[in-house]
């Protein structure tokens, strides 16, 4: 059985910071893409920021500059380092792990709608405000 089990989230001030972390078993970790995405209330979910086998990132418009994402591959763990986090950052946030043609923004924007609910961890909620 595969598991992604997302950790970190929580209510801050904006302009602070979150380190979300997803913990992967199974196969999924010998993905060659992995990525976390978000869903904000009222909102579809969208795609935020994918790593690819070899270490390359690719962010949402959204988040550049504010957002790294990393893994840690002896622990086999994906992060999110969220830095300078603002109101409209407010959603619950997943993380996923696939091997698609190609791991950058096509995957990023096609992921939400291509994959079912059975694909979905239940993710971990962060919440911005004052």
């Known amino acids: 059985q595969v598991h992604l089990v997302e950790s970190g989230g929580g209510s801050v001030q904006p302009g602070g910071s979150l380190r979300l972390s997803c913990a992967a078993s199974?196969?999924?970790?010998?993905?060659?893409?992995m990525g976390w995405f978000r869903q904000a209330p009222g909102k579809e979910r969208e795609g935020v920021a994918a790593i690819d086998s070899d270490g390359s990132t690719n962010y949402a418009d959204s988040v550049k500059g504010r957002f790294t994402i990393s893994k840690d591959n002896a622990k086999k763990i994906l992060f999110l380092q969220m830095d300078s986090l603002k109101p409209e950052d407010t959603a619950m946030y997943y993380c996923?792990?696939?091997?698609?043609?190609?791991?950058?923004?096509?995957?990023?924007?096609?992921?939400?709608?291509?994959?079912?609910?059975?694909?979905w961890g239940k993710g971990t909620l962060v919440t911005i405000c004052s």
């Open positions: 199974g196969n999924k970790y010998s993905s060659t893409c």
């Open positions: 996923a792990a696939d091997s698609p043609p190609a791991c950058g923004a096509a995957w990023l924007s096609a992921a939400p709608y291509y994959y079912g609910m059975d694909f």
